[in-house]
């Protein structure tokens, strides 16, 4: 027989639905959220842990260090990519606003940051 409920949300079926608050001081809380990460968990997982003496729940996905650094590379590489095509579209327009300077700065930008990227990738620039 069907079931003609709709279905229900992740949140309306999880099985912890109560809340419990604490208050700490900041330095409470930096040594939780220090120790959490530590243990690669989120501060409620890891005190969950603790408080009940149980096994931790497996370790949140966190990026590494150079997907992070590759993020945040990505990021200004768009940056400058879209400084350079400002600067094309002026100059196939004609006019001939674009400094040496500006082009130079737009250049050193991308040399940086292909050494950034083959710095993470654990190569020499």
């Known amino acids: 027989m069907a079931d003609d409920r709709p279905s229900k949300s992740g949140t309306e079926t999880r099985q912890r639905s109560k809340l419990l608050q604490i208050r700490v001081t900041p330095d409470e809380l930096a040594e939780i959220v220090a120790q959490a ?3 690669q968990l989120t501060p409620a997982s890891y005190a969950r ?3 009940l003496s149980a096994p931790a729940p497996r370790a949140r996905r966190r990026p590494s260090i150079e ?3 590759m993020g945040r590379l990505l990021g200004e590489l ?3 990519g879209s400084n350079l095509n400002q600067i ?3 100059m196939n327009a004609g006019r ?3 400094s040496p300077a500006a082009m130079e700065a737009a250049l050193s930008e991308v040399a940086d940051i292909r050494a ?4 993470a ?3 020499k620039p």
């Open 88 to 90: 094309a579209h002026h």
């Open 116 to 119: 950034a990227i083959l710095e």
């Open 96 to 98: 001939n606003e674009v």
């Open 121 to 123: 990738m654990g190569r």
């Open 49 to 51: 842990s603790v408080l």
């Open 78 to 80: 768009g940056k400058v």
């Open 37 to 39: 990460d530590r243990a």
């Open 67 to 69: 997907a992070e650094a």
